[in-house]
């Protein structure tokens, strides 16, 4: 099936610590986004904004759509919103543009997201934040943090392909050190040296056994997109076009306490997602050139890589062992750094993903580009694993 939709502008903020405010960020990476695809702000039909924690009271604006359209003079809309599906929020939002886009309802939909999660929220502020989406009779209460989630189920992951913890330690740390090898060619990235095993195996212990370079880096900033429907775009800018050839989607619990066994219903819903957008794509694992599984903790593009059949389930490792993962691999993973090394700003963060994997389909990844890249996937998921969102995108329709 011909895709309906396409990414036509991107744009990311500088990282780290940003002395702006969010509405100042997003105002700023929208207004280059549209710029990026070659048109102006009254071509806008569409605006949807991924939200934000870092308000100015330390939790999430609602209605942020709204102050963001009056700040950038945008209207009359045709679609808006603010997304509430955290790192799920771009598939969803790429499926429903491509949606509206085929029913001839929007032509650009601008998507924003900017956050401070390092200075507007800092530790404290971040864990109270993440615990207002959790169960606040059974997990609140309890200080189920986001690190101690995940060290969960890297445990209970663990213990499903037979592993010592030793073994996970040395796994979860190839991670880290094929997303460090790609966030030193990057310029946006604060890293400069590449790291060892040995150095992530030092590091300090957060939740048992994430290390701190397990984990993914706190950081402020912001990103936006243009999505155009296909017969919007101009014949001199579909060459820089990325084509939204395929999405998925899986939805459950957010809660921790969900039925079932949490590894396996989270192989299950990654696994659904991403094979929705296979077939809607007409790809599968072979067709994709470059990778972007989301690593907010090191566990994770273990469980997605095998939940998009790139791995048997306990052998995803072996990708990052043998060097697929890493520049010059078979099979290049985040060659942004990822959220473990680019770094993670909250509800932004697989904006980054999205327009590194643009970058490298347009072939001005400087640095970093992967050869005559063609397919890229893209998968996120929110909260325990359970709210999935994948898509393709390529360089043809």
């Known amino acids: 099936?011909?895709?309906?939709?396409?990414?036509?502008?991107?744009?990311d903020s500088p990282l780290g610590t940003?002395?702006?405010?969010?509405?100042?960020?997003?105002?700023?990476?929208?207004?280059?986004?549209?710029?990026?695809?070659g048109l102006r702000l009254q071509?806008?039909?569409?605006?949807?904004?991924?939200?934000?924690?870092?308000?100015?009271?330390?939790r999430d604006v609602h209605r942020h759509h709204?102050?963001?359209?009056?700040?950038?003079?945008?209207?009359?809309?045709?679609?808006t919103g603010t997304s509430k599906l955290g790192s799920g929020a771009v598939g969803e939002t790429l499926r429903e543009v491509s949606l509206?886009?085929?029913?001839?309802?929007?032509?650009?939909?601008?998507?924003?997201?900017?956050?401070?999660?390092?200075t507007g929220l800092g530790r404290d502020n971040a864990q109270a934040a993440w615990m207002d989406f959790h169960d606040q009779e059974l997990e609140g209460p309890y200080g189920h943090t986001a690190p101690s989630t995940w060290a969960t189920h890297a445990q209970r992951y663990a213990h499903r392909v037979g592993w010592s913890a030793d073994r996970l330690d040395e796994a979860m740390s190839h991670v880290a050190v094929s997303a460090r090898k790609w966030a030193v060619r990057n310029p946006a990235s604060s890293y400069e040296d590449e790291l060892t095993i040995e150095q992530v195996?030092?590091?300090r212990?957060?939740?048992?056994?994430?290390?701190?370079?397990?984990c993914s880096r706190a950081i402020d900033g912001g990103s936006a997109v243009v999505v155009s429907a296909v017969d919007a775009i101009d014949a001199d800018r579909r060459d820089r076009a990325a084509y939204v050839v395929g999405t998925g989607t899986r939805y459950g619990y957010y809660y921790f306490a969900g039925p079932g066994d949490i590894t396996e219903s989270v192989h299950e819903f990654a696994s659904a997602s991403i094979e929705e957008a296979y077939a809607a794509s007409g790809r599968g694992p072979s067709d994709i050139d470059v990778v972007y599984p989301y690593d907010g903790f090191a566990i994770m593009p273990l469980q997605i890589l095998e939940a998009g059949r790139f791995a048997e389930r306990g052998e995803a490792v072996h990708?990052?062992?043998?060097?697929?993962?890493?520049?010059?691999?078979?099979?290049p993973c985040n060659t942004h750094g990822g959220s473990l090394n680019h770094g993670l700003p909250a509800f932004p963060a697989v904006l980054f993903p999205t327009t590194e994997a643009v970058r490298q389909l347009r072939g001005d990844a400087s640095g970093r580009q992967v050869p005559d890249a063609q397919n890229a996937l893209v998968h996120a998921w929110s909260g325990v694993g359970r709210i999935n969102a994948s898509f393709v995108l390529s360089r043809t329709p």
């Open 43 to 58: 071509d806008i039909d569409g605006l949807m904004s991924l939200g934000v924690l870092a308000a100015e009271n330390g």
């Open 205 to 214: 212990m957060v939740s048992d056994p994430l290390r701190i370079m397990h």
């Open 319 to 331: 990708l990052y062992e043998s060097g697929a993962t890493s520049p010059g691999g078979s099979l």
């Open 1 to 11: 099936m011909s895709a309906a939709a396409a990414v036509t502008g991107i744009v």
């Open 66 to 79: 709204v102050r963001l359209a009056e700040q950038l003079g945008l209207g009359p809309l045709r679609y």
């Open 100 to 118: 509206l886009a085929g029913a001839g309802i929007v032509r650009h939909v601008l998507v924003v997201g900017a956050d401070s999660l390092r």
């Open 18 to 37: 940003v002395a702006r405010s969010t509405i100042q960020t997003a105002v700023d990476v929208a207004r280059a986004a549209v710029a990026d695809a």
């Open 201 to 203: 195996r030092a590091s």
